[in-house]
C-alpha cells in the first residue's frame, strides 16, 4: 500500500521519475510519514538550526534503504532503482528496527536518517560537516563531529580509507569528511550516508534526536530554497485562517471533518475531542509577527461545530508556552477568547496549537472547530511582559496552567483504548478525499491515511 | 549480498513492531513551561568543582594520565585496558570525548555538560533512576547514556566487524562496559 502511496505522490509531484529531480522539483514527505507504512515520529523541530546539508551538493534523497527498492522488504529491483533517486523524501527515522529508540511511537526504531546522494555511484559523493567542530572519533564505520555547542554528528558508510579528516581534526561548516560509500565493518551495505544527531537534553541526557526536519531546512538552504515567512500579523493584530500557508493539521485524516461553505474564507475543520492521554489529532497555525507586543488571541465559533467545552490550546509565545482550557461553546459572539499573551516580533518558534485529547468523552460529540485566530492588540507594550492568561476580556475562558491531561509517561504510545471517536457522523461523502483536496496536491495520499497517522499534509506543499 | 541478509534481519525483527505501532503519534508536549526552566529529572548540575581533589579509580599510563589531566570533566574509561588503546581525546567548551580502539572495537565516550531544553522530549522520555542509563543501537553500533557526576555521558561500541562479531550483535556488551567504567581523570 505504502509503495502504491509512494507510486501515486511521486507521480503527482515528479514528472519523470527516471530523469535527475532539480532542485525546483524539491518535496518531502511529512515527518513521521514512513515509508515502512509504521508511524514514525511526528515532530517538525528543527534541532540543528543553521546547519549545512550534510552532503556536498544536491539533489540528494533521504529515503528508506530497507523498504525503498533494492531492500528486503521493498518493492523489488535494485538500489540504483531511479525511484530511490527521485522526491519526495522520506523519513526514516523510527523506521522499524528491533533496537530501542525511546523516542519512536513504539519504542525502537531507526536512530537518523538514511540519506542517498544525486547517485547511487560509490565513492563520488562528499560528505561534508554540517557544523563546525572536532572530529571525535573515528571507527570501523562511524565517524563523529561533535559541533562546539555539543551536538554530536555521526556519519556511517563512507569509504574509511578515503576519509578527509582524522581524529581530533578542526572542520568548518561544509568542510569535506569523506565520501559516501557502503562501508559497514567488513560486510557492506548499500551505498548511502546514515547521518544522525546526539543532543543531551536537560532532564533526558544523551539521545539520538529528529534528524529530518534540520535536513529539510538544511536542504532547501543549499538549494536555494530557504522557508519562507509564514505571513505576519499586522503590528495591529489581524486574523489567520485555515488556509494559511502557515497552518497544518495532524493526526489521522480519517477524523477530521472538512465544512464548505461555513467558516472564514468558506470552509472549516472540525473533529470530535476524545478522552485519550495523547491527542489524535492536532492542528497548528506557525506565527509571525510584524511587531511585538501583546495580542488578545480569540478563536473563530459557530454553534454548529464548536462545541467542546475544554478545548486546549497550547500558546507559544515570546519562549514560553502556555496551555489554556477554551469552552468553545460558550462563545456568544463567534470568537472564544483563549487570552492574551505577549508575543516577539518574527516567528521565533511562535504558534497557536489546538489538541482533541481535551477528557470529553467521544460519545457526546463534543466537536472541536479549527477555523481562524484572532489576534487583537493591546496597548504597545514590548514583548518582555509575561503572558497575562487570565479572564479578560472575554468569560468564556477557563485559563489555567499544566491541565492538560496527564501525559504517559512511556513515550508517545497512547493507550490501546478503543477510539471512541469513531462514532463520528457521517457527514462527508468521501470525507479524507475532501479533506485532502483542500489541501491540494495531498490528495493523492488518501489511499494510505488509516495507516499514516501523524500526517502533515502541509509538508508535501513544502516547496 | 550480505548486506542484504543484514537489511533482511534488521527489516524483519521490526516488522511487528510496525503492524503494532500506535495509531497515533503523539505531538510535542503541551505543557506549560518557560523555555529555558530546569525540568526535572537528573539535573547537570553536579561537576565537580574546580581544583577538587578527585582520586582516578584508573592507573593509567602516564601518557594517558597526560591527555586527562588538562580535561574539565571528569573522564571515564574501561578498566580493561584492552579496551582502551589509542586513546585519543579532545575537548570543546562543554564536552570532552575519548576515542580508542583495540580489541576489534571502537569505543567512544563522549560527555557533555551543556544540556539542551527540550521540554516536549523530557516531556515523553519514559521515567529512569540513579544513573539513568538508556541504550539504544543503530547499524550495529551500541550506545549507552548515562548520568554520573552530573555529567551526561554517551558510551558508544563499534565492532571491526560490524556483522560477525557478536558483541556488536547485542547491547549486552556495550552494558559490560558500561560496568567497566571507571573515573581516570579530568574534571579538576
Same mark, same amino acid.
Given at each position: 500500500?505504502?509503495?502504491?502511496?509512494?507510486?501515486?505522490?511521486?507521480?503527482?509531484?515528479?514528472?519523470?521519475?527516471?530523469?535527475?529531480?532539480?532542485?525546483?522539483?524539491?518535496?518531502?514527505?511529512?515527518?513521521?510519514?514512513?515509508?515502512?507504512?509504521?508511524?514514525?515520529?511526528?515532530?517538525?523541530?528543527?534541532?540543528?538550526?543553521?546547519?549545512?546539508?550534510?552532503?556536498?551538493?544536491?539533489?540528494?534523497?533521504?529515503?528508506?534503504?530497507?523498504?525503498?527498492?533494492?531492500?528486503?522488504?521493498?518493492?523489488?529491483?535494485?538500489?540504483?532503482?531511479?525511484?530511490?533517486?527521485?522526491?519526495?523524501?522520506?523519513?526514516?527515522?523510527?523506521?522499524?528496527?528491533?533496537?530501542?529508540?525511546?523516542?519512536?511511537? #513504539? =519504542? @525502537?526504531? *531507526?536512530?537518523?536518517?538514511?540519506?542517498?546522494? /544525486?547517485?547511487?555511484?560509490? !565513492?563520488?559523493?562528499?560528505? $561534508? +560537516?554540517?557544523?563546525?567542530?572536532?572530529?571525535?572519533?573515528?571507527?570501523?564505520?562511524?565517524?563523529?563531529?561533535?559541533?562546539? #555547542? =555539543? @551536538?554530536? *554528528?555521526?556519519?556511517?558508510?563512507?569509504?574509511? /580509507?578515503?576519509?578527509?579528516? !582524522?581524529?581530533?581534526?578542526? $572542520? +568548518?561548516?561544509?568542510?569535506?569528511?569523506?565520501?559516501?560509500?557502503?562501508?559497514?565493518?567488513?560486510?557492506?551495505?548499500?551505498?548511502?550516508?546514515?547521518?544522525?544527531?546526539?543532543?543531551?537534553?536537560?532532564?533526558?541526557?544523551?539521545?539520538?534526536?529528529?534528524?529530518?526536519?534540520?535536513?529539510?531546512?538544511?536542504?532547501?538552504?543549499?538549494?536555494?530554497?530557504?522557508?519562507?515567512?509564514?505571513?505576519?500579523?499586522?503590528?495591529?493584530?489581524?486574523?489567520?485562517?485555515?488556509?494559511?500557508?502557515?497552518?497544518?493539521?495532524?493526526?489521522?485524516?480519517?477524523?477530521?471533518?472538512?465544512?464548505?461553505?461555513?467558516?472564514?474564507?468558506?470552509?472549516?475543520?472540525?473533529?470530535?475531542?476524545?478522552?485519550?492521554?495523547?491527542?489524535?489529532?492536532?492542528?497548528?497555525?506557525?506565527?509571525?509577527?510584524?511587531?511585538?507586543?501583546?495580542?488578545?488571541v480569540?478563536?473563530?465559533?459557530?454553534?454548529?461545530?464548536?462545541?467542546?467545552?475544554?478545548?486546549?490550546y497550547?500558546v507559544?509565545?515570546?519562549?514560553r508556552?502556555d496551555t489554556v482550557?477554551?469552552?468553545?461553546?460558550?462563545?456568544?459572539?463567534?470568537?472564544?477568547h483563549v487570552g492574551r499573551f505577549?508575543?516577539?516580533?518574527?516567528?521565533?518558534?511562535?504558534?497557536?496549537?489546538?489538541?482533541?485529547?481535551?477528557?470529553?468523552?467521544?460519545?457526546?460529540?463534543?466537536?472541536?472547530?479549527?477555523?481562524?485566530?484572532?489576534?487583537?492588540?493591546?496597548?504597545?507594550?514590548?514583548?518582555?511582559?509575561g503572558p497575562e492568561v487570565g479572564p479578560?476580556?472575554?468569560?468564556?475562558v477557563a485559563p489555567e496552567r499544566?491541565?492538560?491531561?496527564?501525559?504517559?509517561?512511556?513515550?508517545?504510545?497512547?493507550?490501546?483504548?478503543?477510539?471512541?471517536?469513531?462514532?463520528?457522523?457521517?457527514?462527508?461523502?468521501?470525507?479524507?478525499?475532501?479533506?485532502?483536496?483542500?489541501?491540494?496536491?495531498?490528495?493523492?495520499?488518501?489511499?494510505?491515511?488509516?495507516?499514516?497517522?501523524?500526517?502533515?499534509?502541509?509538508?508535501?506543499?513544502?516547496? | 549480498?550480505?548486506?542484504?541478509?543484514?537489511?533482511?534481519?534488521?527489516?524483519?525483527?521490526?516488522?511487528?513492531?510496525?503492524?503494532?505501532?500506535?495509531?497515533?503519534?503523539?505531538?510535542?508536549?503541551?505543557?506549560t513551561?518557560?523555555?529555558?526552566?530546569?525540568?526535572?529529572?537528573?539535573?547537570?548540575?553536579?561537576?565537580?568543582?574546580?581544583?577538587?581533589?578527585?582520586?582516578?579509580?584508573?592507573?593509567?599510563?602516564?601518557?594517558?594520565?597526560?591527555?586527562?589531566?588538562?580535561?574539565?570533566?571528569?573522564?571515564?574509561?574501561?578498566?580493561?585496558?584492552?579496551?582502551?588503546?589509542?586513546?585519543?581525546?579532545?575537548?570543546?567548551?562543554?564536552?570532552?570525548?575519548?576515542?580508542?580502539?583495540?580489541?576489534?572495537?571502537?569505543?567512544?565516550?563522549?560527555?557533555?555538560?551543556?544540556?539542551?531544553?527540550?521540554?516536549?522530549?523530557?516531556?515523553?522520555?519514559?521515567?529512569?533512576?540513579?544513573?539513568?542509563?538508556?541504550?539504544?543501537?543503530?547499524?550495529?553500533?551500541?550506545?549507552?547514556?548515562?548520568?554520573?557526576?552530573?555529567?551526561?555521558?554517551?558510551?558508544?561500541?563499534?565492532?571491526?566487524?560490524?556483522?560477525?562479531?557478536?558483541?556488536?550483535?547485542?547491547?549486552?556488551?556495550?552494558?559490560?562496559?558500561?560496568?567497566?567504567?571507571?573515573?581516570?581523570?579530568?574534571?579538576?
Amino acid at each position: 500500500m505504502t509503495r502504491l502511496l509512494r507510486a501515486v505522490v511521486t507521480g503527482a509531484l515528479v514528472a519523470a521519475l527516471a530523469a535527475p529531480a532539480a532542485a525546483q522539483d524539491f518535496s518531502y514527505m511529512p515527518p513521521g510519514s514512513l515509508e515502512a507504512g509504521a508511524a514514525g515520529r511526528v515532530d517538525d523541530m528543527v534541532y540543528v538550526p543553521g546547519m549545512r546539508f550534510p552532503i556536498e551538493v544536491s539533489p540528494a534523497y533521504p529515503n528508506s534503504q530497507v523498504y525503498g527498492h533494492g531492500g528486503y522488504l521493498g518493492p523489488g529491483g535494485g538500489q540504483c532503482d531511479p525511484e530511490n533517486y527521485s522526491y519526495p523524501w522520506w523519513d526514516n527515522y523510527c523506521e522499524p528496527r528491533d533496537w530501542n529508540m525511546p523516542l519512536c511511537p #513504539s =519504542g @525502537t526504531g *531507526h536512530q537518523g536518517q538514511d540519506i542517498r546522494a /544525486s547517485t547511487c555511484d560509490d !565513492q563520488t559523493h562528499w560528505a $561534508v +560537516a554540517a557544523e563546525a567542530g572536532t572530529v571525535t572519533s573515528i571507527g570501523s564505520y562511524a565517524v563523529t563531529l561533535v559541533s562546539d #555547542s =555539543g @551536538t554530536a *554528528h555521526r556519519y556511517l558508510h563512507m569509504k574509511m /580509507s578515503r576519509l578527509a579528516v !582524522q581524529r581530533g581534526q578542526r $572542520v +568548518a561548516k561544509g568542510d569535506r569528511m569523506g565520501l559516501v560509500s557502503n562501508d559497514f565493518g567488513g560486510t557492506p551495505t548499500s551505498i548511502h550516508l546514515h547521518y544522525d544527531l546526539n543532543q543531551n537534553v536537560n532532564g533526558v541526557g544523551s539521545v539520538y534526536v529528529p534528524t529530518y526536519m534540520s535536513l529539510v531546512r538544511s536542504y532547501e538552504e543549499l538549494i536555494g530554497q530557504p522557508a519562507e515567512p509564514c505571513p505576519a500579523v499586522g503590528a495591529s493584530g489581524g486574523t489567520k485562517d485555515n488556509n494559511d500557508r502557515c497552518f497544518s493539521l495532524f493526526g489521522n485524516p480519517t477524523f477530521w471533518r472538512l465544512v464548505e461553505g461555513e467558516g472564514i474564507e468558506n470552509d472549516l475543520y472540525w473533529t470530535n475531542a476524545w478522552t485519550n492521554a495523547t491527542p489524535g489529532n492536532w492542528a497548528r497555525w506557525r506565527l509571525n509577527f510584524e511587531e511585538g507586543g501583546q495580542y488578545d488571541v480569540s478563536v473563530n465559533t459557530i454553534p454548529e461545530w464548536a462545541k467542546s467545552q475544554e478545548a486546549i490550546y497550547v500558546v507559544s509565545h515570546d519562549g514560553r508556552e502556555d496551555t489554556v482550557r477554551v469552552d468553545q461553546s460558550a462563545a456568544t459572539d463567534g470568537w472564544a477568547h483563549v487570552g492574551r499573551f505577549a508575543f516577539a516580533a518574527g516567528e521565533n518558534n511562535q504558534f497557536v496549537s489546538v489538541y482533541d485529547n481535551t477528557g470529553e468523552a467521544g460519545d457526546l460529540e463534543r466537536h472541536i472547530m479549527v477555523d481562524g485566530l484572532r489576534f487583537e492588540r493591546v496597548g504597545n507594550d514590548p514583548p518582555d511582559v509575561g503572558p497575562e492568561v487570565g479572564p479578560e476580556p472575554e468569560p468564556d475562558v477557563a485559563p489555567e496552567r499544566d491541565t492538560r491531561p496527564e501525559r504517559d509517561t512511556t513515550a508517545d504510545v497512547p493507550e490501546p483504548e478503543e477510539d471512541t471517536r469513531r462514532v463520528l457522523p457521517d457527514v462527508r461523502r468521501a470525507p479524507d478525499a475532501e479533506v485532502l483536496e483542500s489541501v491540494g496536491q495531498a490528495k493523492a495520499c488518501t489511499c494510505d491515511t488509516a495507516r499514516s497517522a501523524g500526517w502533515n499534509w502541509r509538508g508535501l506543499l513544502r516547496r | 549480498m550480505k548486506w542484504m541478509v543484514w537489511l533482511c534481519c534488521a527489516a524483519c525483527v521490526g516488522c511487528s513492531a510496525a503492524e503494532e505501532g500506535p495509531q497515533t503519534g503523539a505531538p510535542e508536549a503541551a505543557v506549560t513551561r518557560a523555555q529555558g526552566q530546569p525540568l526535572a529529572g537528573p539535573a547537570v548540575d553536579r561537576l565537580p568543582e574546580a581544583g577538587a581533589a578527585r582520586t582516578p579509580e584508573l592507573d593509567v599510563a602516564p601518557e594517558v594520565a597526560a591527555q586527562l589531566a588538562p580535561v574539565r570533566i571528569p573522564m571515564l574509561l574501561p578498566r580493561t585496558a584492552a579496551h582502551r588503546g589509542d586513546l585519543f581525546v579532545t575537548q570543546g567548551p562543554t564536552w570532552a570525548s575519548a576515542a580508542m580502539r583495540g580489541d576489534g572495537l571502537h569505543l567512544s565516550i563522549l560527555a557533555r555538560t551543556r544540556a539542551e531544553v527540550r521540554p516536549h522530549l523530557a516531556a515523553q522520555m519514559p521515567a529512569c533512576e540513579g544513573e539513568c542509563i538508556r541504550t539504544s543501537s543503530s547499524d550495529a553500533i551500541f550506545s549507552v547514556a548515562f548520568f554520573r557526576y552530573g555529567v551526561a555521558y554517551l558510551l558508544n561500541v563499534e565492532c571491526d566487524r560490524a556483522a560477525a562479531d557478536p558483541r556488536c550483535s547485542d547491547e549486552s556488551f556495550a552494558l559490560g562496559v558500561y560496568d567497566d567504567l571507571a573515573f581516570a581523570g579530568g574534571g579538576q
